[in-house]
């Protein structure tokens, strides 16, 4: 009963005292925390930028298919009548003073669809980016994840940590006051206050180790300050890892973000090798022209205007076409590749995903019977050590498996929470 009432009433220093700091703390709940990334964090603010950017190479592309006009205001003085420019060009070489004004119009009828597969490859590589935007938002999300559950276990660890300090500070207290009956020899009060000293130096480690983490949540949710939260502990989850691995396999190759914009990216290359082989076929357009010359030379007219058709065909261009067309052959194979390798890597990643959140499932029951195991040994040597039938050195051996039997199985309940996250991550399906 005694040791039941020291450990209740080192808890309650320690609660009092966690209870205290957290006092007046914002609470954040992980799913607050992952709003708060996907609102702030620069990383997935760029991604979408770049996503954006892409859609409007899309329309670049895609402005082959309209009328493109011009505006086009010419003032020309010559020095003569007969002012001829007799080198430099082939054009008509003669220069009348003039200032007139028109309106250029040219429209596309056909280029053999390397337009349109240049609009397909940029509509595929905006569609890439959007992925990437996303794949980043999956990244953030992770790692808010990890970060708020390593948060969550330094706290933990840190009033352990407090608590064990508590009930070792009660304990020395005890030894005091007998030895000063003479009860309890001064070497048992030297290990009192040994085992007091090293609960200290836990516990500073331990707050050191909480704020750290602490420091990195509020990176990962994009924030240029430290804040302090009052975390709320999520529920255990329940089953995590009796998923079947081939049904996560197709999970992941159907909705991880990397590998649908690897296949995008694939698609645009290959919608670019065909725009490259269209290149060396002819390219037919309507031209027309119409204008005005409020003052001119009076051999001109006042206003004018000309259309026809006009026909390109790239004859000869030293290999050029070629050696472009066989370049985005190149880079779609190579594409097509790294889609292969990423596949493969991504089946990988699963599986080694699943084995850790299992083995994490596993180490978690086997950590539970250690703290029990330890909490009934120490129980033993507090009773032996109070009988006199045993050294206080037994004693704060036992504590110390304690303690860290308690650590233990802090760091295994919150590494089944990081795992889970981690294949969530890997399968494409992290909860945002």
Avoid: C
């Amino acid at each position: 009963m005694k040791r039941i009432g020291l450990i209740i009433l080192a808890a309650t220093l320690a609660a009092k005292l966690w209870a205290a700091e957290t006092n007046g703390l914002p609470a954040l709940t992980l799913a607050e925390a992952q709003a708060l990334a996907l609102r702030d964090h620069p990383r997935i603010a760029a991604a979408n930028d770049r996503a954006l950017a892409a859609q409007e190479v899309t329309t670049e592309k895609r402005s082959g298919y309209f009328p493109q006009a011009n505006l086009y205001v010419t003032a020309a003085g010559a020095d003569s009548d007969s002012t001829r420019i007799m080198a430099g060009g082939l054009n008509n070489p003669s220069i009348y003073n003039r200032a007139a004004g028109g309106l250029a119009v040219s429209q596309l009828i056909t280029d053999f669809g390397r337009t349109a597969n240049l609009a397909a490859g940029a509509k595929f590589q905006a569609q890439a980016e959007k992925q990437n935007a996303a794949g980043a938002r999956e990244t953030v999300l992770l790692q808010v994840a990890a970060d708020y559950f390593s948060a969550l276990e330094a706290q933990a660890v840190l009033r352990v940590a407090r608590q064990t300090l508590a009930t070792r500070q009660l304990l020395l207290n005890q030894v005091s006051a007998l030895a000063t009956n003479q009860l309890r020899s001064e070497l048992d009060v030297s290990f009192a206050r040994v085992a007091v000293e090293e609960g200290r130096l836990l516990v500073q480690r331990s707050r050191n180790d909480a704020d750290a983490a602490m420091a990195s949540l509020s990176t990962a949710l994009g924030s240029d300050h430290f804040t302090q939260y009052q975390l709320v502990e999520p529920a255990m989850p329940a089953g995590a890892g009796t998923n079947d691995i081939s049904d996560l396999v197709q999970t992941a190759l159907a909705q991880r973000p990397e590998l649908l914009s690897l296949r995008n990216q694939r698609e645009a290359a290959l919608r670019v090798a065909r725009s490259d082989r269209d290149a060396r076929l002819p390219t037919i357009s309507a031209v027309g022209t119409v204008g005005g010359s409020p003052t001119h030379d009076g051999r001109l007219p006042d206003n004018y205007g000309a259309a026809a058709l006009q026909l390109s065909l790239p004859l000869f261009a030293g290999g050029y076409y070629t050696a472009q067309q066989r370049e985005a052959e190149l880079r779609a194979a190579a594409a097509a590749e790294m889609l292969r390798t990423a596949e493969n890597e991504a089946i990988r990643d699963v599986r080694i995903a699943w084995l850790n959140l299992n083995d994490a499932l596993e180490q978690l029951q086997t950590t539970e019977e250690l703290v029990r195991q330890a909490g009934e040994a120490y129980e033993l040597a507090e009773a032996r050590y109070k009988s006199g039938i045993s050294s206080i050195v037994e004693l704060s051996q036992a504590q110390l498996a304690l303690t860290s039997a308690q650590i233990t199985g802090i760091n295994a309940r919150y590494n089944v929470f990081i795992q889970q996250a981690s294949l969530a991550y890997q399968t494409g399906r992290t909860e945002q």
